[in-house]
């Protein structure tokens, strides 16, 4: 079958249907998925294109609400054609753009619609946005809301550039009055800082050094901030890229409280640990931190408890030479992982050793991303009405992670030489197949997602 086609129909003997995985047809029809029936009842016409995938487990495309894309302005870093291309490599059918690092950050009207032009023509994937919040711009959140964007990010300490400037507790304050009865979302960069041992020194080229500098304690402190705010104003707010496993019992106190609030945690803080990180790797730099391996298997057991919503890329890279390899300093390079490509095979061959199954894959990286962003009427699940988005992929294969085969414009990950276990092998966009065997349709077929306004959500 070409890339680019139109798909009439998937077949495999590993389809996820409902809570079940099992022999089954899915058909497709304008885009979406039409019914899902047994190989015996399912008569193929003439015309029909089946892709038939034998045993390759069909799902739901992958949704993944945190990626920086950093276009327009720093393109250099990433962009949408190459964005876009690797989240249809790794089977990610929707990302969700970060309001930063692109220049202008998507905290206007104005500026939100700049980056809505920039994205025109360049989406291999479906793309939503969310919007920032930063100090002052208050009057601008409810006119993004009515244009489409799925939320608003925040800062609660320096977000690394200096045009998105983190927010006081007046600013969240005004945030949240805005944001009152829109049935948006607020997420936060949950990092306050509140520790007193700043002034430490050490080697910079140790990992140790950096880890210190951002202690548990920073996330801590934060999360209270963000627990008490949401339980005040009853806005939707979530915590992305959740590193530490210390506050996990203020949020479960906050929720029994009823609080709407959800979070996430990324591959990275899942798959790798402080203990094996080299002097001067600054790949590995992220904020916050990667911590131990005991901290990691708290963070599993959370997610397996459901004390943890989702799980997401945070796809934040930059050019080589801002990770400051040839010093090898980990105070002075940028912080951020690049991973959209292998967060599916990331979090299987970890997931997978730890007893989670295929419907645990799709729920915390289909599902509740989806709904996280208001999406989940048309993305994240097989079922009729749906978008047709579906990822092709063989979770018993196993690959290494290789420069040519890396789809994000600069290749630098701390993953590099990595063996993993599941590999895609086709996604399928709206019923067009996108992505093939390390091939791409010639043309962009993703769509801008603007997300309806819905006043009062109920909690996730």
């Known amino acids: 079958m070409e890339l680019g086609s139109t798909v009439s129909a998937v077949r495999s003997?590993?389809?996820?249907?409902?809570?079940?995985?099992r022999p089954a047809v899915v058909v497709i029809k304008d885009g979406k998925i039409h019914e899902i029936v047994s190989s015996c009842s399912f008569s193929e016409d003439?015309?029909?294109?089946?892709?038939?995938?034998?045993?390759?487990?069909?799902?739901?495309?992958?949704?993944?609400?945190?990626?920086?894309?950093?276009?327009?302005?720093r393109t250099s870093w990433e962009g949408f054609w190459t964005a876009t291309r690797a989240a249809a490599a790794g089977g990610v059918t929707t990302i969700v753009d970060m309001p930063l690092n692109s220049i202008p950050p998507t905290t206007t009207l104005g500026n939100f619609h700049e980056k809505l032009r920039e994205a025109t023509g360049k989406c291999f994937?479906?793309?939503?946005?969310?919007?920032?919040?930063?100090?002052?711009?208050?009057?601008?959140?409810?006119?993004?809301?009515?244009?489409?964007?799925?939320?608003?990010k925040c800062f609660l300490i320096h977000s690394g550039v200096d045009e998105f400037p983190h927010v006081n507790d007046s600013d969240l304050h005004t945030a949240m009055k805005q944001l009152q009865g829109t049935g948006s979302v607020l997420l936060f960069h949950a990092e306050r800082d509140v520790?007193?041992?700043?002034?430490?020194?050490?080697?910079?080229?140790?990992?140790?050094?950096?880890?210190?500098?951002?202690?548990?304690?920073?996330?801590?402190?934060?999360?209270?901030?963000?627990?008490?705010?949401?339980?005040?104003?009853?806005?939707?707010?979530?915590?992305?890229?959740?590193?530490?496993?210390?506050?996990?019992?203020?949020?479960?106190?906050?929720?029994?409280?009823?609080?709407?609030?959800?979070?996430?945690?990324?591959?990275h803080y899942l798959s790798l640990c402080a203990e094996d990180i080299p002097a001067e790797a600054t790949?590995?730099?992220?904020?916050?931190?990667?911590?131990?391996?005991?901290?990691?298997?708290?963070?599993?057991?959370?997610?397996?408890?459901?004390?943890?919503?989702?799980?997401?890329s945070d796809h934040s890279p930059c050019t080589t030479d801002l990770k400051k390899l040839d010093s090898g300093d980990f105070t002075q390079a940028w912080g951020g992982i690049s991973s959209l490509q292998f967060g599916l095979s990331l979090f299987w061959s970890s997931a997978s050793k730890r007893g989670f199954q295929l419907l645990d894959v799709v729920r915390l990286l289909s599902q509740k991303t989806a709904q996280l962003c208001c999406l989940?009427?048309?993305?994240?699940?097989?079922?009729?009405?749906?978008?047709?988005?579906?990822?092709?992929?063989?979770?018993?294969?196993?690959?290494?992670?290789?420069?040519?085969?890396?789809?994000h414009k600069n290749k630098?990950?701390?993953?590099?030489?990595?063996?993993?276990?599941?590999?895609?092998?086709?996604?399928?966009?709206?019923?067009?197949?996108?992505?093939?065997?390390?091939?791409?349709?010639?043309?962009?077929l993703g769509k801008h997602l603007l997300i309806p306004q819905k006043t009062n959500q109920a909690q996730l």
């Open 13 to 21: 003997t590993r389809v996820l249907d409902g809570d079940k995985v």
């Open 283 to 312: 790949q590995f730099k992220c904020c916050p931190p990667i911590r131990g391996s005991v901290n990691q298997e708290q963070l599993w057991s959370a997610l397996k408890a459901g004390q943890i919503d989702m799980v997401v």
């Open 412 to 444: 630098l990950t701390p993953y590099l030489g990595l063996k993993l276990q599941g590999a895609v092998r086709a996604t399928i966009l709206r019923g067009r197949l996108v992505y093939e065997d390390g091939s791409f349709c010639a043309e962009p």
């Open 376 to 407: 989940d009427s048309r993305k994240g699940c097989l079922a009729p009405s749906y978008d047709a988005d579906l990822v092709v992929w063989d979770p018993e294969r196993e690959f290494e992670i290789q420069e040519e085969n890396i789809h």
């Open 125 to 152: 994937v479906d793309v939503a946005f969310w919007g920032g919040v930063v100090p002052g711009n208050q009057l601008h959140l409810r006119p993004m809301i009515q244009a489409g964007v799925a939320g608003f």
């Open 195 to 267: 520790w007193e041992g700043k002034g430490e020194t050490g080697d910079p080229c140790q990992y140790s050094t950096f880890l210190r500098s951002r202690p548990d304690v920073m996330e801590t402190e934060a999360i209270r901030v963000v627990t008490e705010l949401c339980l005040q104003y009853r806005v939707r707010c979530h915590i992305v890229h959740l590193s530490s496993a210390k506050p996990l019992k203020l949020i479960e106190e906050a929720r029994q409280a009823g609080a709407p609030l959800t979070v996430e945690t990324t591959h």
């Open 46 to 73: 003439v015309a029909c294109q089946v892709l038939d995938v034998g045993d390759s487990v069909v799902m739901p495309g992958i949704v993944d609400c945190h990626v920086h894309v950093n276009e327009p302005g």
